[in-house]
């Protein structure tokens, strides 16, 4: 069995968060490091540690967060301008809480999709 991470806490609230969305298979809230105007993280409700870790039985959830995450850049005003979903694995993606999540990035232009140029 997976670990727990904070956001199985964010998830019951039994730790605070600004949640913008919840229901049967994800909940979404507002990042508390927020890097653009709009920063919101999609994570499905069961602990899915990394994408390594999905099944085909996640796909409802996984498919979930995407139509989740348009609906909110909609209510955040972003959706025409555009935005940036990202999910991070592990150490090279620069993952550091085990809980599968998706990044909802806008509210600006967000610039290259990498920092790093090169292979
Ligand atoms: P990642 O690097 O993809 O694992 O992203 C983890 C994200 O979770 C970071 O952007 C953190 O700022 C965010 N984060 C960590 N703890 C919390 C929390 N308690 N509430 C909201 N966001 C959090």
Same mark, same amino acid.
């Given at each position: 069995? @997976?670990e727990?991470?904070? +956001?199985? %806490?964010?998830i019951?609230?039994? &730790?605070?968060a600004?949640?913008?969305?919840?229901?049967? /298979?994800?909940t #979404? +809230?507002r990042?508390? $490091?927020?890097q @653009?105007?709009? =920063?919101?993280?999609i994570?499905p409700?069961?602990? &899915?540690?990394?994408?390594? !870790?999905?099944?085909?039985?996640?796909e409802? $959830?996984?498919?979930? *967060?995407?139509t989740? #995450? @348009? %609906?909110? #850049?909609?209510?955040?005003?972003i @959706?025409?301008?555009?935005?940036?979903l990202?999910v991070?694995?592990?150490? !090279?993606g620069?993952?550091?809480v +085990? =809980?599968? =999540? *998706? !990044?909802? /990035?806008?509210?600006?232009s967000?610039?290259? *999709?990498l920092? =790093? %140029?090169?292979?």
């Open positions: 069995m @997976a727990e991470t904070i +956001f199985s %806490k964010i019951r609230r039994e &730790i605070p600004d949640i913008v969305y919840q229901d049967e /298979l994800v #979404a +809230f990042d508390i $490091a927020p @653009a105007p709009t =920063h919101i993280l994570i409700n069961v602990l &899915i540690p990394t994408v390594n !870790h999905v099944t085909v039985e996640d409802l $959830a996984l498919g979930r *967060m995407i989740v #995450a @348009a %609906k909110i #850049a909609e209510q955040e005003g @959706a025409e301008d555009g935005y940036r990202i991070n694995c592990n150490r !090279h620069g993952q550091e +085990f =809980h599968i =999540h *998706m !990044h909802l /990035l806008g509210g600006r967000l610039g290259p *999709m920092s =790093h %140029k090169g292979i």
